[in-house]
């Protein structure tokens, strides 16, 4: 049969990651104590599916592992085994290694015959260690006493029958008692053994294929155990006489028992027809049976037509991501195209145009609509990144000797692709320090007052236009003086008067690292100043509040997306620049009094108690023809990273959604400048970096400040 | 007219094989994702076999059959179980059940069609 298997390939692999998957979130699931019965047979199911998948498709290796895999699963599901926490670690292990075996098929990375084989062994231990009977065969058919019923045709090569199963018996003896159960009769060729004793089957085939006609060979295993070349069967008085009749397309050998016969080949059989039920089926039975041949070749000719049929049951359909983006790109434009058209009629006469401008307004809504539309298909929910954390809480604790609880709030909140695939590291990064920096081991617990067990929290939420990301821990709280500490040993600028929100932020400082040694397990040579860098770079703040004795909690604040963007546009001279909304703290017109200056350093602006550096606009881009009188224009004061300071620009234009357009790709980087986007107008606007301004302004200023 | 056949697995890539290999023999297949949903598409059209996975969320194989063999029109449906298991317990309740016959997986295309042929033609 001519079909491409490989085909079908990609849904496969899909599907048994997706089991996978769902097979480790279920064992981190498992209480041990109480388990679940639908929880267990959940577990079962995935592996059970990968193995009959696997099996269908060819791989092998992936098999070789759920068989086992599935049986000791099987054995507890059925409460035959209770699970212990050493079987979950293996199943766990024997996830990873069926997740490696994956992509090695997939073609990312390289398989390890060693892992395979290593994981294979521990589940037979595991399986040998509680069951009942001896398993010393790692192969399939690892448990119990297997019972193997054995039927075949000798090979008709002139050679004396009582001497070729004389020899036959000798050799099957090596796996156990062999029993002669059935001799040839009259018109029944067949050949039947029974051996008892653990064995493979397929090794078995191969031994009985040197005297056997290897078509005519049926091992069948009784007892509860999966025979490994089992095919397919049917049940009934009828079936059986159309089987003895195919013989001579060598798919069924004569076993002329009647259904006990079908029963020991075991592979392929009918039930008892249904009391009236065997008048339709099987009466067409003997003419399929008959015309087989011609069968076949109509198959062949049947076939051509419809290969391009593909199975629809699906209700969602996949799309490379460079097609939505190049969608959201259009709609970008289109949001453009919009704004430009309103502000070409923002002169004309609404009583005149009434028409038009209902059409435009209407166009505004259904461009808003469309975007909205458009970027929801790039949203994920976190889950996809909170869903790695049951495992990693789980390894680590055990790796440090602590007890860990992992809650996570809020999976379904969604976040741009983009972002959650950029989220991952930073947030694995987090939850690493919380575990090793901030959950204490239990007898410091205990000591503490606290109940052994610590808790990670893992919250999402939606926030004003942000995903909000918290990761909190109740343990130990940061060390203001150790970070302060350190900090100076650093040569960080650090002070005893700085706020605690001042000192927390100290250890996202590049080279800050205040554990007393590098651990494992988050001393990786990436600091908290990376984990800083890429949130920063996607947009995003992050903040931290601690209380000593009671427990940390990092707040990761991100931008829905990273396409659109809520600003605010500032004029200084002829140019426009705009300003990220989030950045935003309140905007002003100074009075005489509320400025002041430092000698040698550029102004201050005293703004509720406060003194904020000011960033003149028009001295960091050197933009000619604007106003340069503080008293003259507009202050916007900004804050990124928990420092504020004061921009002075022209006037405020208004407040806007902008798509922003890569800078750097289409131009180059600039210092200060995040992106640009087109106004409305069809002038090019700037995006300011408003945490690399805020810089500049912190560095013009005396450290003591 | 072709005849139907009604394929239950929740596997996708089970599912694709087995009704790629069937439609490219001349049948039509309906999918079914686990036995509810075979009862429920059973329900709407009477195949002419019935193909189906044992071990299923929400409703395995064997309850299937047995709603099926309930259904008046499904009554002398032949019903195929593909399945990983064939110990005799599972023959025991498989032919309680009312099932005409089994197919083990991993089963290859061509042996699935052949028993489908030798049931149904």
């Known amino acids: 049969m001519a079909i491409d298997m490989s085909q079908f390939y990609q849904v ?34 995935a592996a059970h599916s990968i193995k009959g998948s696997a099996g269908t498709f060819g791989f092998t290796d992936l098999t070789e592992v759920t068989h086992i895999l599935e049986n000791l699963l099987d054995r507890i599901r059925k409460g035959e085994l209770a699970p212990t926490e050493a079987m979950i670690d293996a199943f766990l292990a024997a996830g990873d290694v069926l997740t490696a075996l994956l992509a090695a098929h997939r073609g990312e990375g390289e398989a390890d015959p060693g892992a395979v084989a290593a994981i294979c062994a521990r589940l037979s231990e595991l399986t040998a260690t509680t069951a009942t009977a001896p398993a010393p065969v790692p192969a399939p058919a690892a448990s119990g006493e297997a019972c193997f019923d054995i039927s075949f045709v000798l090979d008709d090569a002139g050679q004396d029958a009582s001497t070729a199963i004389d020899n036959l018996q000798a050799e099957l003896a090596a796996f156990g008692t062999v029993s002669i159960i059935g001799r040839p009769s009259g018109q029944d ?8 004793g653990p064995a493979d089957s397929d090794m078995l085939r191969e031994i009985i294929e040197f005297v056997a006609r290897s078509d005519s060979i049926r091992i069948a295993t009784t007892g509860s155990e999966v025979a490994a070349d089992d095919a397919y069967g049917l049940f009934s008085d009828t079936f059986d006489v159309s089987e003895a009749a195919d013989d001579s397309f060598g798919l069924f050998e004569p076993l002329p028992e009647t259904p006990a016969a079908a029963v020991e080949d075991d592979s392929f059989g009918l039930f008892e027809p249904l009391p009236e039920a065997a008048a339709p089926a099987p009466a067409a039975v003997p ?18 037509p419809v290969t391009n049929a593909k199975a629809g049951v699906d209700t969602s359909i996949r799309v ?11 709609v970008g434009e289109l949001v453009i195209t919009q704004a430009m058209l309103a502000q070409a009629v923002s002169d004309v006469d609404p009583v005149k145009f009434e028409r038009l401008m209902r059409g435009l307004g209407q166009l505004e809504r259904n461009t808003r609509d469309l975007q909205e539309s458009v970027m929801s298909i790039r949203m994920m929910p976190i889950s996809v990144v909170f869903g790695r954390f049951p495992r990693l809480v789980r390894d680590l604790s055990q790796k440090l000797g602590k007890q860990v609880e992992l809650v996570t709030v809020g999976e379904s909140t969604e976040l741009d692709k983009g972002l959650i695939e950029r989220i991952a590291d930073p947030l694995n990064h987090l939850v690493r320090n919380s575990l090793d920096h901030g959950v204490e081991m239990p007898e410091s617990r205990v000591r503490a007052g606290k109940g052994p067990l610590g808790t990670i929290t893992l919250k999402a939420y939606q926030q004003s236009g942000n995903v909000v990301i918290e990761v909190g821990d109740d343990g130990a709280g940061l060390n203001r003086s150790r970070i302060l500490a350190k900090a100076r040993e650093r040569g960080l600028p650090a002070s005893d008067s700085m706020s605690d929100q001042e000192v927390w932020l100290l250890i996202f400082e590049p080279g800050f690292s205040t554990a007393e040694q590098v651990t494992e397990v988050s001393g990786r040579g990436v600091g908290m100043d990376v984990v800083k860098r890429n949130i920063t770079a996607m947009g995003g703040r992050v903040e931290i509040e601690s209380v000593t004795g009671v427990g940390t909690r990092m707040t990761v604040r991100l931008p829905l997306t ?44 005293h703004v509720r108690g406060e003194y904020l550096p000011v960033v003149a606009l028009y001295e960091v881009f050197n933009i000619p023809g604007t106003l340069t009188e503080l008293d003259t224009g507009i202050l916007v004061v900004i804050e990124a990273d928990g420092v504020r300071a004061a921009l002075f620009v022209d006037a405020l234009v208004g407040q806007h959604q902008v798509v922003i357009k890569n800078l750097e790709a289409n131009y180059r980087r600039v210092p200060g400048i995040s992106g640009a986007t087109i106004m409305g107008s069809g002038h090019v606007a700037l995006i300011l970096d408003v945490a690399a301004l805020v810089g500049m302004a912190k560095s013009a200023l005396p450290a003591a400040a | 007219m072709a005849k139907l056949i009604l394929a239950v697995d929740d596997s996708a890539s089970i599912r694709q094989m ?34 189906t996975d044992q071990n299923m969320p929400r409703m395995d194989g064997l309850t299937l059959v047995k709603s099926l063999r309930a259904l008046a029109q499904y009554k002398t449906v032949p019903v195929l ?7 005799d317990a599972m023959k025991t309740q498989g032919r309680a059940a009312g099932a005409t016959g089994w197919l083990v997986k991993p089963f290859d295309p061509q042996k699935l069609l052949d028993v489908v042929k030798k049931v149904i033609g």
């Not at chain 1, 990651?17 to 209480?31: F, Y």
């Not at chain 1, 003419?287 to 051509?304: F, N, P």
């Not at chain 1, 490379?320 to 259009?330: A, C, K, M, T, Y």
């Open chain 2, 81 to 87: 179980m593909l399945t990983t298991e064939s110990s």
């Open chain 1, 562 to 605: 990273l396409a659109i963007l809520d600003g605010m546009s500032v004029a200084a001279g002829a140019e426009t620049y705009i300003i990220p909304l989030g950045y935003v703290i309140e905007s002003l017109q100074p009075t005489r009094d509320m400025i002041k200056s430092i000698s040698g350093v550029s102004r201050l602006i």
């Open chain 1, 287 to 304: 003419e399929v049976v008959v015309d087989r041949r011609v069968a076949v070749q109509e198959r062949e000719d049947r076939r051509q």
């Open chain 2, 18 to 51: 087995v009704a790629f290999t069937l439609k490219g023999a001349g049948y039509e297949v309906l999918e079914a994702v686990d036995g509810q949903d075979g009862l429920d598409k059973a329900k709407t059209r009477t195949a002419n076999l019935v193909l």
């Open chain 1, 189 to 196: 060729p067949v050949w039947r053994l029974r051996l008892e």
């Open chain 1, 320 to 330: 490379g991501v460079e097609r939505v983006d190049q969608l959201i790109n259009l």
């Open chain 1, 12 to 45: 496969f692999f899909e599907e048994t990651a997706e089991h996978l998957g769902s097979m480790e979130s279920l064992l981190l699931g498992l209480d041990l104590r109480q388990p679940d019965a639908e929880q267990l047979n959940a577990i079962f199911r």
